[in-house]
């Protein structure tokens, strides 16, 4: 995978050519192999699927994709820095849980806090892991458990229904013809990109991922950097939480975001992100969630069970994993 | 040096003074503790559990991890329910064969493409939860009423003791035999203390390694069978959340998530503090099933903090000198 | 030479990584009962050698011959069951288990498909009474000395009936009485036949207990001879590949001293200790200086480099710069403080790979080029071209990943990376090892150019003409301390190199 360049001075000639060359896949980076996958995908669902391509079910997937979005985002970070967050299926049912039994408080205070509760499980997450070395996986599996279970303890094991147009706009409400939750997932995932490219933050992660000693030698503070990426996270899961409950009227502890984890994890290894760290393709998360979702729409139409669906992202997983996996020297 | 001290006796006895403290606590607050039927019902409940804990335990020495147990368990049960008209022989070994085969799956996977244990066991237990799912139309496998044998794995007794727990007992005690008196229980320990040293002393890891993820499949696996003919069904959401379980077990008994320290008698321990400590909650009768969930990961995540501290203490204490 | 048959044969080996040649026709043999030494510094083969004789690695090319037979191992396992085992410098035994079972890992006796511990640990025993060893083969490995641990590897070696036995560094972390106590088993090894091929970088025990040396630089063989009568000078002259009347004049390009000497002293390392890679050394270093550190492999170097750093806590000594004392915490303070470290092992802790020449240079400048988080395009841009042009980085652009880049345009974009911080301090390890001549040119000119300006250098470096002509004042280490401290005439090749080897002759501070 990747390109080794020998100990050899690149000629000045050579120097003008290359870029050039390499532009239409630069562009796409990593991703490039992900965007073509998703091309095909949607041909032949196009072809085979009835009503595939029609603009309402294509709308449709925009929509449902939002949420995995939103957290397959965070989880790019996170993995930038080499690390893995299982916790945010959990996390974004705590956040519902919190945001449903707020909302007689208005929806202004139902999203804080249930935005705080992600950031604050996510910031727990990031310090066990950044002061305590404990493995990320084992950190955030006990978050997994846990949060469902505080989920389940603030809604009483019940479903929390409830009527707010204010709350539900915001998985329900329009701008124009543009749902309100898709303007979300744009305006994050511009956020995202931003960050990667043009602030500090986003260097560290980076650095932090690509050479953890080369990144402390510089001076790179890697222990707040992990505890802000995780923090992140959480915080990301936290409103995809709301907006799925927003979207569905209710708030479901035992359901909202379940094995979302694993989408996130897909979408992002799937995009072109490393598991082992040092690259964060936001684009390709993009992409890569796109897949999933169109993978889980079309098992849909044809109505082929949704458990075979399952199947087949765990292989897609393990194959991206193993083409990517770092070369032994 | 006192500190240093401290910290050992912690993390080789304080599992078992824990067991006894709480045993002691317990049998004090409440009559119904200490009674043969109360006693032989907390280990009936943990001896599934029991069972993926064991074979969690060999992976962990190892330095690996398995999440997947949880779905094998489903695999297993299913399967086994399935087959249970045909005889209990056939079901028990289509049931544990299955799971044993899967995770032979996750060994190769990790031995030989090299794919982190983590990722190719979340896999794994998203994919067999699939499999498990889509074979039964989300709906429960009820075993043939005609079939004889097959429930009393699960429901029978012998003695005054269920059959769960006989089988428990002799899983552990054969666990404690290969992995303190076998050269393949010895490699199991050599691989997770020093993986490079081990290859470079002319170790087999990927035998070692694909060897003890097939046995911690096939343990689900019978956990599985065994969860099924108590049940009367097969689910195929039955382990949800067992690995974690199993995971705290074993890190709660005193084995190392980085390998090389522990085992089968830790793990024994860690099993039954952990359910002595839900039989408390059961008997006090006021906890609901979701502050269980919520107790159990905080339980796991305060265990690894303590043993991280306490590694790191032992660490620096072998450092200086 | 020890006159015993010949054991082992290796001829014309061949090994290249990735299209670089680390070993380049290399030829040795081993006779039995001869302990022979294998010499060099960094990246001259000797490890590479060492694997592909026990194993880990397989050849490119040449054959190795074992009592006549041609044997080709494709692994340590193989290699040891063949006779040929390596202990390694960092002791790879399994901490948590007993020694008996280190010692028989993979051959545990067994009864009944069961282990048999009764026989396990007799069995054991018995070998460690034959070699004299004090351990009770059921304590646990980590439980014993680093030194014990070494012992338990050669037993496990003496078990597995080794021909020939590979001892990797295997007294960097003994001390005096444990290294008596393994020339002690060493000694009962040749007597038994067996061959020792001994890696050192430490003068005085080549000397002690090794028959034969063979010399590698670079991947190539330099020489094979006895050791007796080898005079230890010519030993480090044919490591380094230097004659001793040699001084090329003019072969770097520092260009003339700077003769800044009043400038004020900048930094005080005193009394830096941590185990025994750094006893006590000392270093001072004023404004405008170029002080040079020289000495072998292992001689502290590195480890008084990340001393002043603040990388490693110190168990004596301390660091005062400007006069002030220095308690740092993490590299972080080091930085603020007005410290710069190129480090040693550029691949390893220097460049973050798959970032652009850009990204890594302004690394370390990022709270200056950031506001409200976002870092500044515009300034990023001027540091970036500015350094690029001043250092003459050549790359494609500043958008090209580092990994691209040849070994020098790395290491000056390292270099940059420090610059654009404005330091006080300058700590250079190795700055010029593996980058090509142009490179190397320019980063010596630019290092003057800096003294020039003020700065103060730290310069290690195992290029002796590097550290004549370009350092103002050399401190030489040898086994953790300061073995001399040379300035003005007496910073001769010669003089450095004495220094270096010890010994006889070998004049402390031998300058004055």
């Known amino acids: ?104 408080r208005g929806a202004g205070a139902a999203v804080a806090a249930g935005l705080l509760a992600g950031l604050a499980a996510g910031a727990l997450n990031g310090a066990l892991i950044g002061a305590f070395r404990i493995q990320p996986f084992i950190v955030t ?56 490219r043009a602030t500090s933050f986003g260097r560290y992660v980076i650095a932090l991922g690509g050479n953890e000693k080369a990144a402390r030698l510089a001076g790179v503070p890697t222990g707040p950097t992990k505890v802000v990426v995780y923090a992140l996270s959480g915080a990301l899961a936290g409103l995809a939480g709301l907006i799925e409950t927003a979207r569905l009227g209710a708030s479901d502890a035992a359901k909202v975001g379940l094995t979302m984890e694993l989408d996130a994890i897909a979408a992002v290894v799937v995009g072109g992100t490393p598991l082992t760290g040092g690259r964060a393709s936001v684009g390709g998360t993009v992409i890569g969630a796109l897949i999933m979702q169109v993978i889980t729409t079309s098992f849909n139409m044809r109505l082929v069970p949704f458990s075979w669906s399952l199947v087949l992202k765990a292989a897609i997983i393990l194959v991206a994993v193993y083409v990517q996996r770092p070369k032994l020297a | 040096m006192k500190a240093p001290r401290l910290a050992a006796l912690l993390r080789q006895e304080g599992a078992p003074l824990a067991l006894v403290a709480v045993c002691v606590f317990a049998s004090l607050r409440y009559d119904a503790f200490l009674t043969p039927e109360n006693l032989l019902n907390v280990l009936r409940q943990n001896s599934m559990p029991g069972l993926v804990a064991l074979g969690m335990t060999f992976v962990i020495l190892t330095g690996g991890i398995d999440l997947s147990v ?180 074993v890190v709660v008994g005193g084995t190392l998530l980085t390998g090389g320290q522990g085992g089968a008698g830790s793990t024994l321990v860690g099993v039954l503090l952990l359910g002595v400590l839900f039989n408390l909650f059961n008997l006090e009768g006021t906890i609901s099933p979701w502050w269980q969930w919520v107790l159990r990961g905080l339980f796991l995540l305060v265990v690894v903090v303590v043993q991280s501290r306490l590694g790191a203490r032992r660490a620096a204490a072998a450092a200086t000198a | 030479m020890a006159g015993g048959p010949e054991l082992l044969r290796v001829r014309g080996l061949t090994k290249r990584f990735a299209g670089v040649t680390a070993l380049d026709g290399v030829d040795l043999t081993l006779a039995r009962g001869e302990v022979h030494s294998l010499v060099g510094e960094n990246g001259a083969g000797k490890s590479t050698l060492i694997k592909i004789v026990t194993g880990a690695y397989a050849r490119d090319g040449g054959a190795i011959e074992l009592e006549g037979r041609p044997v080709a191992f494709r692994s340590p396992a193989e290699a040891q069951a063949a006779g040929v085992v390596a202990v390694y410098q960092e002791v790879n035994l399994l901490a948590y288990r007993t020694v008996a079972e280190n010692i028989y890992l993979g051959r545990e006796p067994r009864r009944f498909g069961l282990v048999d511990w009764g026989r396990l640990n007799a069995d054991a025993g018995a070998l460690l009474a034959r070699l004299g060893l004090p351990v009770d083969p059921r304590a646990t490995l980590g439980s014993l000395s680093i030194a014990l641990r070494q012992m338990v590897a050669i037993a496990r070696g003496v078990s597995l009936d080794a021909k020939v036995l590979v001892l990797d560094e295997p007294t960097s972390s003994l001390t005096e009485r444990e290294v008596g106590t393994l020339f002690e088993v060493i000694g009962k090894l040749k007597a038994g036949g067996a061959a020792v091929i001994y890696v050192s970088h430490r003068m005085d025990e080549l000397y002690a207990v090794c028959d034969r040396v063979t010399v590698l630089r670079d991947g190539k063989l330099v020489e094979t001879r006895a050791l007796a009568g080898l005079d230890r000078l010519d030993l480090v002259c044919l490591m380094l590949g230097k004659r001793r009347d040699e001084v090329r004049k003019g072969s770097t390009a520092f260009g003339e001293r700077g003769g800044a000497e009043g400038g004020g002293e900048l930094l005080r390392a005193e009394g830096l200790t941590r185990g025994r890679r750094l006893r006590g050394v000392s270093v001072a270093v004023s404004r405008g200086e170029i002080v040079g550190m020289a000495g072998l ?174 350092s103002d004042r050399v401190v030489v280490l040898r086994d953790g301390q300061v073995a001399a401290e040379l300035r003005g005439e007496a910073m001769t090749q010669d003089a450095i190199l004495r220094a270096m080897a010890g010994g006889e002759g070998a004049a402390e501070g031998g300058a004055s």
């Open chain 2, 70 to 249: 949880g779905s094998l368990v489903a695999v297993a049960g299913v399967l086994a329910a399935n087959l249970a008209g045909r005889g209990t022989a056939p079901a028990l070994a289509a049931g544990v064969g299955a799971a044993a085969l899967l995770g032979l799956v996750n060994g190769v996977v990790i031995a030989k493409a090299r794919v982190q244990p983590f990722i190719t066991t979340l896999a794994m237990m998203i994919a067999a939860r699939g499999l498990a799912l889509a074979a039964t139309g989300e709906q429960s496998v009820r075993v043939d009423r005609l079939s004889e044998g097959f429930p009393w794995l699960g429901r029978g007794l012998i003695g005054p003791v269920p059959v769960p727990v006989v089988v428990l007992a002799l899983a552990f005690g054969l666990g404690w035999l290969v992995l303190g008196h076998t050269r393949f229980g010895r490699h199991v320990y050599a691989l997770g203390d020093n993986e490079d040293a081990a290859r470079l002393m002319g170790l087999n890891v990927a035998s070692v390694t694909i060897g003890v993820y097939a046995l911690s499949g096939a343990l689900a696996g019978l956990a599985g069978v065994l969860l099924a003919s108590r049940l009367g069904a097969g689910q195929p959401v039955a382990g949800t959340g067992w690995e974690l379980d199993a995971i705290a077990s």
């Open chain 1, 1 to 104: 995978m990747t390109p080794t360049a020998p100990d050899a001075t690149p000629g000045a000639g050579g120097a003008e050519a290359r870029p050039a060359r390499g532009r239409p896949r630069a562009a796409f980076g990593p991703a490039y192999g992900a965007l073509v996958a998703l091309a095909l995908l949607v041909a032949a669902n196009a072809a085979f699927t009835p009503n595939f391509a029609s603009a309402s079910n294509l709308w449709n997937v925009l929509l449902q994709v939002s949420s995995t979005v939103l957290v397959a985002v965070g989880m790019t970070l996170v993995v930038a820095t080499g690390g893995i967050d299982l916790s945010v299926g959990s996390v974004m049912a705590v956040a519902s849980a919190v945001g449903a039994s707020l909302l007689d």
């Open chain 3, 297 to 470: 492999l292992g001689s502290g170097r590195t480890e008084t480099a990340r001393a002043v750093f603040g990388l490693d806590p110190l168990e004596g000594g301390g660091v005062r710069l400007g006069g002030r004392p220095l308690a740092l915490r993490s590299p972080r303070d080091a930085i603020d403080a007005g410290l710069a470290l190129l480090p040693e092992d550029r691949k390893g802790e220097g460049i973050v790979p798959d970032m652009s020449v850009a990204e890594n240079l302004t690394l370390a400048a990022l709270p200056g080029l950031t506001k409200l988080g976002i870092v500044s395009r515009a300034r990023q841009r001027e540091i970036v071209e500015r350094f690029m042009r001043r250092l003459s980085i050549k790359a494609y652009g500043p958008e090209q990943k580092i990994r691209e880049l040849s070994g020098g345009n790395q290491q000056k974009v390292l270099l940059a990376r420090w610059l654009c911080r404005d330091p006080k301090l300058l700590i250079l390890d190795e700055p010029t090892r593996g980058i090509d001549i142009g490179a190397k040119g320019d980063i010596q000119a630019l290092i003057r150019e800096l003294a020039r300006a003020g700065l103060g250098v730290l310069m290690i470096s195992s290029e002796l003409e590097e550290i004549v002509e370009g």
């Open chain 1, 141 to 196: 599996l006990a978050l997994l458990i846990t949060g469902r279970g505080v989920a389940q303890v603030i809604s009483d094991g019940k479903l929390i229904a409830f009527r707010n147009p204010a709350f539900e706009a915001l998985g329900r409400g329009r701008l124009g013809p543009v749902p309100a939750q898709a303007l979300i997932m744009a305006a994050v995932v511009g956020a995202a990109l931003a960050a990667v």
